[in-house]
């Protein structure tokens, strides 16, 4: 390259003290594959959707569990689809004339362990698996033994049948 100085040309050391941080790196497919295989649905559904399914507080009320050491309600709430996620909120509550507001101020998720040793996060050494790595590896599993022949060739029939029950 032309642009390389004697500084981006250098030698990594065998510690990698000059490495450059790259962030987080991506799973390859064959560990999703892998935790796609020892996870139940439920966890592959809200790891496929990228988000936990919290009850609101209409449905499952407000109560406190706790009051941490700076005087902060806690409330803990768990994930209603795979049961592993646990949504920890700190509440205050302040008194104003002669009403009492409160207001959630931090949340964080937690992660326990399931029943059968099942865990939402994968292994740590694998990389970061994306919502849409978990779909393809999904995808990829229900497809499994197909063709890509049949597969067109099913596609165009369907399409062929709806055009022609629009006709």
């Known amino acids: ?59 499952a009320g407000i109560h406190f569990t706790e009051v941490d050491d700076e005087g902060l309600f806690l409330r803990r709430l768990t994930c209603t689809c795979c049961r592993l996620a646990v949504r920890v909120e700190k509440w205050e509550g302040v008194r104003r004339g002669g009403r009492t507001r409160f207001a ?39 497809l499994a033994g197909q063709t890509l022949a049949s597969l067109r060739k099913a596609a165009k029939a369907t399409a062929k049948e709806a055009r022609s029950a629009e006709a």
């Open 1 to 59: 390259m032309a642009n390389e100085t004697p500084e981006t040309t250098a030698g990594l050391s065998i510690q990698g003290e000059q490495q450059q941080d790259v962030g987080y790196v991506k799973a390859s497919e064959d560990d999703v594959d892998l935790y796609v295989d020892g996870v139940s649905d439920e966890v592959l559904m809200c790891r496929e959707r990228g988000r936990h399914l919290f009850p609101t507080i209409r449905q």
């Open 104 to 142: 959630r101020v931090a949340s964080n998720l937690e992660y326990q362990v399931g029943l059968n040793g099942e865990k939402y996060l994968a292994p740590s050494g694998r990389g970061h698996m994306t919502p849409r790595q978990i779909g393809d590896s999904i995808a990829s599993k229900a």
